[in-house]
Nanobody, 121 residues
Framework: QVQLVESGGGLVQAGGSLRLSCAAS????????MAWYRQAPGKQRDLVAD???????NYADSVKGRFTISRDHAKNTVYLQMNSLKPDDTAVYYC???????????????WGQGTQVTVSS
């Protein structure tokens, strides 16, 4: 079993900052990639940023220059530093990870439970 546990969401004023964390635990041999998605009410879940082993981070155009994704491989943790937040950033943010549970196995995609980010104007 694998679990992704997110933390760091909350209420912040426009222009403020938040840092999200997502820690993976359980049966983990290796992690291909980790990512953050978000879903606003009535909208689809969209990719915010992802980071794969040996690759440069990838960002949605709407967050480039404001958000930074990073990983701590030793802790199986991914972070999302969010600066200059806007009301349009309000959403539930979900962590995603592609994880090999053991050597030689295919990877499986896992999701966290989501954390609410609300940006007031």
């Amino acid at each position: 079993q694998v679990q992704l546990v997110e933390s760091g969401g909350g209420l912040v004023q426009a222009g403020g900052s938040l840092r999200l964390s997502c820690a993976a635990s359980g049966s983990i041999f290796s992690i291909n990639a980790m990512a953050w998605y978000r879903q606003a009410p009535g909208k689809q879940r969209d990719l915010v940023a992802d980071i794969a082993s040996g690759s440069s981070p990838n960002y949605a155009d709407s967050v480039k220059g404001r958000f930074t994704i990073s990983r701590d491989h030793a802790k199986n943790t991914v972070y999302l530093q969010m600066n200059s937040l806007k009301p349009d950033d309000t959403a539930v943010y979900y962590c995603n990870a592609n994880i090999h549970p053991r050597r030689g196995a295919v990877y499986y995609s896992y999701w966290g439970q989501g954390t609410q980010v609300t940006v007031s104007s």
